[in-house]
């Protein structure tokens, strides 16, 4: 019996040797090396971003997008690698960022016009190499325009990006990668925090009083699609579709400038004008 | 000087070719090689009377070529000794002492150096002997590679002819009527006798001829800029037959700074252009030309490392032609070097990956092709107030991994407790920014209508009143408000984007005090 087998095992494996080379065998898909987002909630819910793949994440303009994508540059400047934002509606902002802890000269910045410009230029960027994460930004793009990126160009990124350490990283307002993206997030802001300041009578507070400050947000991040395989997974993941149901995340963002603002000493106009 | 003419134009090598120089119409031939001696041209002949013969090559003698070439020379010489002789235009000495454990025997350094010119394109004679003077006779006597081993120069010279000694226009008749010929009779002339007749000079030369002279080397200092240049005979207009020819003059000065084991830093390209038709009849242009050329185009490269790789250096020449090509044909290239030392670095197994600084030169140039010069660098703050005010920087990748260690470090773990962190809310810029119209209730903004949306206010924080720069032309003064905004539905539901509109946002407004309008800044995101 166990000869029949043999026999059989061998002629499948001479029937498909010009097409696989060992039929047979289980290659297991190599490990791949993640870096931190420098949000811990997203970290702990992906892993962090996979090297060499392609990350997607999406959401409404206010959900947290940028602040993520931020606070990987951060992350990924401050290991001393080099990055790149492909920006294409020109809507980067280098204060905040910097005070997110971007290292602006780790940050080589392209300001696009358009799609096409932002596509070429980060073809052009992957195919130079040596970046630690590409990021490109369609954050304020109309979304129709983004829909009418060829799935090819999708494909073409990932092979490009397939065999480097490069991360590179799509900021949209809707998931237009499919596939060629191992990991997908989309995110929801759920609310706006504000504060008051100090030396203000609870009671006297309404939404539009004076004693308001900007505090930050709170923002909610989903994982749909994750083709990353951890270390210590025993099981072959294959591919998984995660919905609701402990897949998400939830992360608050500080707004730095209200902090700024005290510091630098900019006063709030109660009547008189002010100057800084 | 016809070394300098192939120099330029290899093809011309197997050719026989004459230089012409003079004032027209009084032009005549002042060099010829072997081929062109071959067919009966002399020294002196007249352009006109040159030009009667089938199959030569007339070429303009070029001053500035001949002196690139004579640069050459001493870049070649440097590449070998650092103890040099500047000793005429077309001749250098070197002091070759010592370097017999470096380059191997006298005969290899010859090779070495007439290889090394070979590179350079040129073709010099080579001679070394234990005396200057020998030396510098026995390569203007000698075609090739000649070694004068010592204690026999004066049978190594014999054989030449006395004019190889450079004899005044007086003794080289006398020594003619004395029918002296070679070095080897006239060393054999007794010197007594010789210094009776022919008085100092006689015994200079003798000693000449006999190889007995001895003196110290004239040391020239090393420069440290290297150009080329090319004439055309028909000026240039496309981009690809000026980069055939631009590719050619890096080929040379690649060479030439591999010869020093420098390295270009910067480049500097000079095109002089060919003038219109329209403003050469323009008389009132005529002045100002006089003042400042018009028809020339100059580009400075800044490499980001010193670099001699021809093709890569064409390729980013290239790409700045493309992006800002010259008004008019080119009729005259000068390509100039700054020089360096070539980088050197030590990677490590552990340092993060950086892209290649010269590669990555090449991909900022691509890019900046696509989306304009100014529009690609890296971001740099300003020391301001004027919101949103920053400067682009030309992006140098980090040479050194400072803290680097962190990178592998950087492998998240889900497993493991993360650190508690809290990211800072970023910001989106409009750029322009967008007008709105804004209701006030009580001085504190209650409505918003912006890009056809219609929003109330949910929460408000401002006025911030900044200003500043009023002693320029564009001062500001704003009031900025960071505004909650709850969208009406019906606000522009018709379309396709409002599905992908969120209810809320956080947006900043500000209003402009100076053109008493309200604007949105941008959007926390």
Redesign the interface.
């Known amino acids: 019996m166990s000869s029949k087998a043999a026999a059989l095992r061998l002629h499948v494996a001479s029937a498909l040797a010009a097409r696989v080379a060992s039929p047979f065998e289980y290659r297991d898909r190599p490990v791949v090396e993640t870096v931190p987002a420098g949000i811990g909630p997203v970290d702990f819910l992906t892993g962090g971003f996979p090297r060499g793949s392609l990350t997607e994440i999406y959401g409404p303009p206010c959900s947290g997008r940028t602040s993520l994508l931020i606070s990987a540059l951060a992350s990924r400047t401050a290991a001393s690698e080099v990055c790149a934002l492909v920006d294409a509606r020109d809507a980067f902002d280098p204060t905040s960022a910097e005070a997110a802890g971007v290292k602006l000269k780790h940050l080589l910045w392209v300001r696009c016009r358009n799609v096409d410009q932002a596509l070429r230029s980060t073809d052009l960027l992957i195919q130079g190499g040596g970046f630690g994460l590409i990021a490109l930004d369609f954050g304020d793009t109309p979304a129709q325009a983004v829909r009418y990126v060829p799935l090819q160009v999708w494909f073409r990124f990932r092979r490009a990006v397939e065999s480097t350490p490069t991360i590179l990283v799509v900021l949209e307002q809707e998931s237009n990668a499919k596939t060629c993206a191992s990991l997908v997030l989309q995110l929801h802001m759920q609310q706006a925090r504000w504060s008051r300041t100090s030396g203000m009578a609870e009671e006297i507070l309404s939404h539009h009083s004076p004693g308001y400050l900007l505090e930050g947000s709170k923002s909610h991040a989903e994982m749909i699609r994750s083709r990353t395989k951890r270390e210590g997974d025993r099981q072959i993941q294959q591919e998984v579709f995660m919905h609701d149901g402990g897949n998400g995340a939830e992360f608050e963002t500080e707004a730095m400038e209200i902090y700024s603002r005290a510091l630098s000493g900019t006063r709030r106009l109660g009547g008189g004008p002010g100057q800084r | 000087m016809l070394q300098a003419v192939v120099r330029a134009e290899p093809a011309l090598r197997e050719r026989a070719i004459a230089l012409i120089d003079g004032n027209p119409p009084l032009c005549s031939v002042v060099a010829i090689n072997e081929k062109a001696a071959q067919t009966g041209i002399e020294f002196g002949m007249t352009k006109m009377n040159a030009a009667q013969f089938a199959g030569l090559e007339m070429r303009s003698r070029s001053r500035p070529q001949e002196k690139i070439a004579h640069a050459v020379l001493l870049d070649i010489g440097w590449s070998v000794s650092p103890r040099i002789e500047d000793t005429a235009q077309d001749t250098i000495v070197l002091d070759l002492s010592g370097l017999t454990h470096l380059f191997g025997a006298e005969k290899d350094i010859g090779a070495h150096l007439a290889q090394r010119s070979c590179e350079c394109g040129l073709l010099p004679n080579v001679a070394i002997a234990s005396n200057v003077d020998t030396t510098l006779i026995a390569a203007r006597g000698f075609q090739g590679i000649t070694v004068i081993p010592p204690g026999r120069e004066s049978q190594c010279l014999g054989d030449l002819p006395v004019s190889v000694l450079s004899p005044s226009v007086e003794t080289a008749e006398t020594l003619s009527r004395w029918g002296v010929r070679t070095c080897s009779v006239f060393a054999n002339l007794p010197v007594l006798q010789l210094s009776e007749r022919l008085g100092q000079e006689g015994v200079r030369l003798h000693a000449l001829a006999r190889g007995a002279t001895s003196r110290s080397l004239a040391i020239a200092e090393p420069g440290h800029l290297f150009e080329e240049e090319m004439e055309l005979d028909d000026p240039v207009e496309e981009l690809d037959p000026l980069s055939f020819l631009l590719g050619r003059l890096l080929d040379q000065l690649c060479a030439r700074l591999a010869a020093r084991s420098l390295a270009a830093a910067s480049l500097r390209v000079r095109f002089e252009l060919q003038p219109s038709f329209e403003n050469a009849l323009d008389r009132r242009k005529e002045m100002f030309r006089q003042i400042h050329p018009p028809g020339v185009y100059e580009k400075e490269l800044q490499l980001p490392v010193p670099a001699r790789d021809s093709k890569m250096l064409l390729k980013l020449l290239r790409l700045r032609l493309q992006s800002n090509p010259p008004a008019a044909p080119i009729r005259k290239i000068t390509i100039g070097a700054e020089s360096a030392r070539p980088r050197a670095t030590q990677g490590g197994l552990f340092l ?5 600084p010269e ?2 030169e ?3 140039a ?2 900046a092709n ?2 304009g010069e100014g ?7 300003v020391d301001t ?1 004027r919101p ?1 005010e ?1 400067q ?1 920087r030309r ?1 140098l ?2 040479l050194e ?4 260690g ?2 592998r470090g ?6 493991r407790p ?14 322009p920014p967008v007008p709105a119209t804004l209701e006030l209730h009580a001085g ?1 903004p ?1 409505r918003v209508v912006f890009q056809g949306l219609r929003g109330q ?12 720069d009023w002693w320029r032309e564009d001062p500001w003064q704003q ?1 900025e408000w ?1 505004l ?1 905004i709850h969208f009406h539905s019906s606000s522009g539901g018709r379309d ?2 409002a599905a ?3 209810d ?3 947006y900043r407004f500000y209003y402009d005090s100076l053109r008493a309008s309200w604007f949105v800044r ?4």
Do not use: Q
């Open positions: 993060p990956s950086f892209p290649d590669k990555l090449l991909t900022i691509r890019i696509v989306v529009n690609i660098g890296s971001p740099a703050l107030w949103g920053f682009m992006f990748a980090p991994a400072a803290g680097a962190h990178s950087g492998v998240a773990h889900p497993g993360h650190k508690s962190f809290k990211a800072s809310t970023s910001f989106r810029i409009f750029r504190r209650t206010v949910l929460a408000a924080s401002g006025p911030w009143r900044t200003s500043g009031d960071d909650e396709a984007a992908l509109r969120p809320c946002g956080l941008g959007i926390y995101d």
